[in-house]
């Protein structure tokens, strides 16, 4: 079963998330980019009513340069606030050796605090528009780097989807890749109604998405109705 991931912005928001039935809520700031860093109290608060509801807790750390010791920090921020999942945006990573850097420093950082969270490696399928690392080198470094799961998302949302940059086989190929290396993986990047049953096909174990559930647009207000129809068409 693919497990749907919904990223609110807010208490509110996170509150029509879970009466949607969203499986997991991922705590992110969509005004700083694709994988916006949140306040360390906004995720400790939702953190507190996601886990009263028995759902699990993700939170990004920001659509990261290649800083390490930045990345480590916000990361075990992240894991200090609650979040059962943490999420980093390779978004100024160039290559194998500086992504297993990235994320050899998070992976201790946050298992050193407590080696139940889950580490999780993100880049873009838009990666050639911002010169950063193909989500096809990912796997290996993030295997080496003992991360848990790996993801791809969109950097840019100008209105171009994962699907404009990635197709199916590619994206079946990713899914493949992060197994073979003993990971899990999610797939995001304004993902649209009419996706879903290619999504079902491609059978990521998560997808994270946002915009699909929101009223108007991303950055506007996710909406419990809109939660529950996604889950319902997943579901079918």
Known sequence: MIRVLV?????????????????????????????????????????KLVKDNGKELSATTGDLEFKPGTASLAALGAAVAGADYIKVGLYGVKDVNQAYEMLKGVTKSVKDYDSGKKVVGAAYADF????????????EAAQQAEVDGIMIDTAIKDGLTLFDHLNSDQLVRFVEM??????????AGSIKWEHLDALKRISPDIIGVRTIVCEGGRQSKIRRELVERLMKEMRL
Do not use: H
Not at 128 to 139: K, V
Not at 178 to 187: H, I, K, S
């Open 7 to 47: 990223s609110p912005m807010s208490y509110d928001e996170a509150i029509e998330c879970l009466k949607g039935g969203a499986d997991i809520i991922d705590v992110k700031n969509p005004r700083e980019g694709s994988l916006g860093a949140n306040f360390p109290w906004v995720i400790s608060n939702i953190g």
């Open 128 to 139: 050639s528009r911002i010169n950063a690392i193909s989500p096809f080198d990912l796997p």
């Open 178 to 187: 992060a197994r073979d290396n003993g990971m899990f993986c999610a797939l």
